[in-house]
């Protein structure tokens, strides 16, 4: 199973606000060659660490194709860029955000890349709580938890709500 996150919390200029941008971003996958197996709710997120940031639109997709994990972060980083993406600073607002959290259960050495699994996913309720509507049989290849203990764990710590379709934008 190959899973990624996405999230912005700043309009991008060609696809507008962020939930729109990510339609366009798992569009962008699907038109790479990469199917796009299941795909959870938007949510909306707190910046973490907290911040005077917008909000975070967040989701967690599983997908299937991808060659390898460095081709596959080569192609996220190439959507990223295509829409907008600058990297001014760490944890910075953002108009597209894709990140590799896991592939197939791969760690990686000490010196590859990417770093698999995502360094910070069992930190990441945003993360979390979309994983476990996508995948929620995953486990942390490295401490064999299952989403949704780490679910437990972060629950009182971050804001995750899920969006509606009448929500206001």
Same mark, same amino acid.
């Given at each position: ?30 038109? $790479?060659?990469? +199917? =796009? ?5 938007? %949510?909306?997120? *707190?910046?973490?660490? @907290?911040?005077?940031? #917008? ?36 944890? $910075?607002?953002? +108009? =597209? ?5 896991? %592939?197939?259960? *791969?760690?990686?050495? @000490?010196?590859?890349? #990417? ?55």
């Amino acid at each position: 199973m190959i899973l990624i996150a996405l999230g912005a919390n700043l309009p991008s200029a060609e696809f507008g606000e962020p939930r729109r941008t990510l339609e366009a971003a798992l569009t962008a996958i699907s038109q $790479a060659g990469i +199917v =796009v197996c299941r795909r959870s709710s938007l %949510y909306r997120s *707190r910046p973490v660490p @907290p911040s005077g940031q #917008p909000w975070f639109v967040n989701a967690v997709a599983a997908l299937a194709g991808a060659r390898d994990p460095a081709a596959l972060m080569t192609l996220l980083h190439t959507i990223e860029d295509r829409f907008g993406r600058t990297r001014s600073a760490v944890n $910075a607002a953002r +108009v =597209v955000d894709l990140d590799l959290l896991d %592939y197939d259960g *791969r760690v990686s050495a @000490p010196d590859d890349w #990417p770093v698999l699994p995502h360094p910070l996913i069992a930190e990441r309720a945003f993360v979390i709580v979309p994983l476990v509507e996508v995948a929620p049989q995953w486990r942390h290849p490295v401490t064999g938890n299952s989403a949704a203990d780490l679910l437990v764990d972060l629950a009182d710590q971050q804001a995750v709500h899920r969006m509606g379709e009448d929500e206001p934008r």
